[in-house]
């Protein structure tokens, strides 16, 4: 009796905390500004970032070579001693690493991300930033044309009157 109390209490837990946490994890991420030479992997870029969430998430990098399909994510993993802080490691082939950060949390909140698949960070294997996500754009405010004033017109006398609503009557039957 008392582990179908302690579970039914477990269950209640968890349905509060889910209905506290709404919002998708917080992703901040400074552009990775340098390849580094791994003693096992060869050449990587490294890439940090530090994300917060009210419960657990599940931090990837995606990234690819070329304009086109990105590769299979990389799980990111918490820097040891760093609070909030994670890592990836892309293996480097070609002249550009292009790759964005998504982060979703154990309730399906999400995505919170840094770059875009759309607007990725580039880096140049030589080491430099080359291109980044864009920078926000404020647009300007959108101008409607005026709308035309509408024609009415009276609808004179019964027969006429009488046709459109006796029509309008019978259709909705």
Request: aromatic letters at 10%.
């Amino acid at each position: 009796m008392r582990s179908f109390a302690a579970a039914a209490a477990a269950l209640l837990l968890a349905f509060a905390a889910h209905a506290d946490d709404t919002a998708a994890p917080v992703v901040t991420h400074t552009p990775t500004m340098k390849v580094t030479v791994g003693q096992e992997e060869g050449k990587v870029v490294q890439v940090f970032a530090r994300i917060t969430d009210a419960s657990k998430f599940y931090p990837q990098t995606f990234y690819r070579y070329a304009p086109g399909e990105y590769t299979k994510p990389l799980d990111m993993k918490a820097v040891r001693g760093e609070k909030d802080n994670f890592g990836a490691k892309i293996p480097v082939k070609g002249r550009y690493v292009e790759y964005y950060i998504e982060a979703y949390d154990e309730f399906g909140n999400g995505p919170g991300r840094a770059g875009d698949p759309d607007h990725p960070f580039r880096v140049d294997t030589g080491g430099e930033v080359a291109e980044s996500a864009p920078p926000k754009v404020e647009a300007a405010p959108l101008r409607l044309a005026p709308r035309p004033t509408p024609v009415v017109q009276a609808v004179s006398g019964g027969r006429t009157w009488t046709w459109i609503v006796g029509g309008v009557g019978l259709g909705a039957l």
